[in-house]
């Protein structure tokens, strides 16, 4: 719950202030580095932003918090951000992250991290450490909804990574990408997408990435453990005009995750997974300034995955991944009609088109007690997505 949770509560403030969409960002986890020069903004590269917020949620209740961050102090692409929050149903959280440091003795490289604890009265694992043969396992494609273990407790996180920009394409000479925008949009030379090439086009990242998760649940079939310490080792090609809202261009991502079954890790595993995405821009009409469809194409497997009886007779899986991770569906990105991690396998399949249609009208800045949200546009959306495992 708690990533999802995180991600809701910056999303709000992120989707009113464009300079933060790769805040919230979803998969792939590479990102091109980018300097903004909002022409709304007289501060040049630098931005900051407090909100309040609050949202009613199935698993915590009412929650109210408040977000913030400040982006290009000290480095024109820096951010760092946070935010704290409570519930009326005994929910508590703080996050923290920074993101895209550039150390000054490397420059095509940039690190990240962010971390979050928290305590939730409900928290749902689709998942058991042991099945009757010939019976869906909770999780798995065709199991009963109703599957799942409801306990609270706490989750909590820490997630780093270190990419490297490779000197090819658009960042042949320099690894941060300079862009001007006026009205949320790209008014300078497009990063990418005029053609898939990247030695001459785009952006190519290199990623390196440990994360930890510390949970567990208890069932009526046994204890589920599902802390994890895995590494993750991945190349990014985003070949966009404008990656944190891209209008046409395409992006390809690549990654092998493993946890070699250490500290309180369960089990060893190995996960791997490939993404692509598509955009098409359709220009202007009357109403809208933009009008984009995006596909997207997702894909992983579990070789590690393995499945045999107990001693008892029952059906148990070895050196796969927590539910959470892996081949799961349902949440916050991909089939969001379905709780977070509804479904989980050895294997996944997943595709969705989505429909992006950037208003001409922006009420937001015209009211000048609002005009603090720094809000650049208002996009309406429409999709349909589907996925197994």
Known sequence: MTKRACCLMLTAFCCL???????VSARPRTSVKTVQL??????????????????????????AGVGGGIKGYGQ?????????????????????????????????????????????????????????????????????EKEFAEKSGYDNWTDFKLEFVLPT?????????????????????????????PVKSGVTTIMLRQFN???????????????????????????????????????????VTHDFGWLESPDDWTFLEFEASKYFSFGTSDWAKQRVVALNFWTGDTPSWDEHLNEKGLVTIDHRPPFYEGAALGGFYRMRAYPQDRFNDRSVIYTTAEYRYTLQWNPIAEISWLRFLQSDWLQRFGFVEGGQV
């Not at 690190?111 to 909770?138: D, E, L, N």
């Not at 510390?214 to 985003?238: D, K």
């Open 38 to 63: 909002r022409a709304e903004n007289p501060k040049g590269t630098k931005s900051h932003l407090v909100l309040p917020y609050a949202f009613p949620s199935e698993s915590m209740g009412v929650v």
């Open 17 to 23: 202030f464009p300079d933060w969409a790769g805040l």
């Open 76 to 144: 024109d692409q820096l951010l760092v951000g946070g935010t704290a929050f409570g519930s009326f149903d005994s929910a508590v959280g703080l996050f923290l992250g920074l993101w895209d440091y550039r150390p000054s003795f490397a420059d095509r490289f940039f690190f990240s991290a962010q971390g979050m604890i928290g305590h939730y009265p409900r928290q749902r694992a689709y998942s058991t450490p042991f099945f009757p043969p010939g019976v869906p396992f909770p999780g798995s494609n065709d199991s009963d």
């Open 169 to 197: 394409g658009a960042g042949r000479s320099d690894a941060l990408q300079h862009v001007r925008l006026k009205g949320g949009l790209l008014v300078s030379a497009p990063i990418g997408g005029k053609q898939w090439n």
């Open 213 to 255: 998760r510390y949970r567990s649940f208890e069932t009526e079939r046994g204890n589920v453990e599902a802390t994890t310490h895995p590494f993750e080792l991945a190349i990014g090609y985003n070949n966009t005009d404008f990656p944190n809202n891209p209008s046409f261009g395409s992006s390809q991502y690549l990654s």
